[in-house]
T-cell receptor, first 113, second 111 residues
Framework: TQLLEQSPQFLSIQEGENLTVYCNSS?????LQWYRQEPGEGPVLLVT?????EVKKLKRLTFQFGDARKDSSLHITAAQPGDTGLYLC?????????????FGTGTRLKVLA | DTAVSQTPKYLVTQMGNDKSIKCEQN?????MYWYKQDSKKFLKIMFS???????INETVPNRFSPKSPDKAHLNLHINSLELGDSAVYFC??????????FGPGTRLTVL
């Protein structure tokens, strides 16, 4: 069962444009993480948001956790070719004393120079 | 020095064979995971270990058997490989601060 839906699934934009990726669920999570994955490599953690309504900024990337802790968004300002990659959100749930991570369906971003 | 390493990077084998993938982390973390990423890039948790003890088993076929000889290592053995097992398998370790560090992945192709 797909619990975390990401949109859009694919995004191709020109360098300098802004974009937003959404991660939606009907379930509540303890925290929400965003990762970027490049071809042939493992996902790399970008940020973790924990509190409902929390906003975190990482240079040109802005992450927001929904008030109800069910959804999140990633906004990139002035995208650059180096931002190209697969973006994954992951919701954390405490299960048997450890965290289980449910990953989203992924958003493939291509930024053209 | 690589934080989470996996071997082999690529594995091509025939249906019905048995194979193993090894994972090691030098981060001192207690918790490690195995994930499977399919051809559509969907990443799904398979197992979680905490200090050598199995904590999460996500209804994975019992042909898949993880083993953790110590908390720095989590290996995955797969018996009687099937075509549907073809995927990229990722090992990850998690810090107390809820940060996951992924290995580079093992691309398994079953012919």
């Amino acid at each position: 069962t797909q619990l975390l839906e990401q949109s859009p699934q694919f995004l191709s934009i020109q360098e300098g444009e802004n974009l937003t990726v959404y991660c939606n669920s009907s379930s509540v999570f303890s925290s929400l993480q965003w990762y970027r994955q490049e071809p042939g490599e493992g996902p790399v953690l970008l940020v973790t948001v924990v509190t409902g309504g929390e906003v975190k900024k990482l240079k040109r990337l802005t992450f927001q956790f929904g008030d109800a802790r069910k959804d999140s968004s990633l906004h990139i300002t002035a995208a650059q070719p180096g931002d190209t990659g697969l973006y994954l959100c992951a919701g954390a749930r405490l299960t048997s004393g450890t965290y289980k991570y449910i990953f989203g369906t992924g958003t493939r971003l291509k930024v053209l120079a | 020095d690589t934080a989470v390493s996996q071997t082999p990077k690529y594995l091509v084998t025939q249906m019905g064979n048995d194979k193993s993938i090894k994972c090691e982390q030098n981060l001192g973390h207690d918790t490690m995971y195995w994930y499977k990423q399919d051809s559509k890039k969907f990443l799904k948790i398979m197992f979680s270990y905490n200090n050598k003890e199995l904590i999460i088993n996500e209804t994975v076929p019992n042909r898949f058997s993880p083993k953790s000889p110590d908390k720095a290592h989590l290996n995955l053995h797969i018996n009687s490989l099937e075509l549907g097992d073809s995927a990229v398998y990722f090992c990850a370790s998690r810090s107390l601060g809820d940060e996951q560090f992924f290995g580079p992945g093992t691309r398994l192709t079953v012919l």
